[in-house]
């Protein structure tokens, strides 16, 4: 599967944004999806997970109740709403794909490329 992610910017802090990533080929619907992230000078981080029906999905503790991931398997796209933005969360954020069940952070093969999010203070 192939990725294609977008809708980082600027925002401020305290504000709101979504990023989408377009996922072509017809394994999308068979794929547990995640979404990474990557500050400067940092390693990659994990940010949630979200199973093939999207029922199910998995947020690293920073984000948790401020991130909401979906997906539309219909339209091979998965979301993340991000919500009360902190400068913290600054960060190129990529989306990831895996053929695993598992939400959690191992495991991603198909990465996509970043998206920048910047959070003014």
């Known amino acids: 599967v192939q990725l294609q992610a977008s809708g980082g910017g600027l925002v401020q802090a305290g504000g709101s944004l979504r990023l989408s990533c377009a996922a072509s080929g017809r394994t999308f619907s068979s794929a547990t999806m995640g979404w990474f992230r990557q500050a400067p000078g940092k390693e990659r981080e994990f940010v949630v997970g979200?199973?093939?029906?999207?029922?199910?999905?998995y947020y690293t503790d920073s984000v948790r109740g401020r991130f909401t991931a979906s997906r539309d398997n219909a339209k091979n796209t998965v979301y993340l709403q991000m919500n009360s933005l902190k400068p913290e969360d600054t960060a190129v954020y990529y989306c990831a794909a895996k053929p695993s069940l598992a939400v959690g952070p191992q495991g991603f093969n198909s990465w996509g490329q970043g998206t920048q999010l910047t959070v003014s203070s």
């Open positions: 979200i199973s093939r029906s999207g029922i199910t999905t």
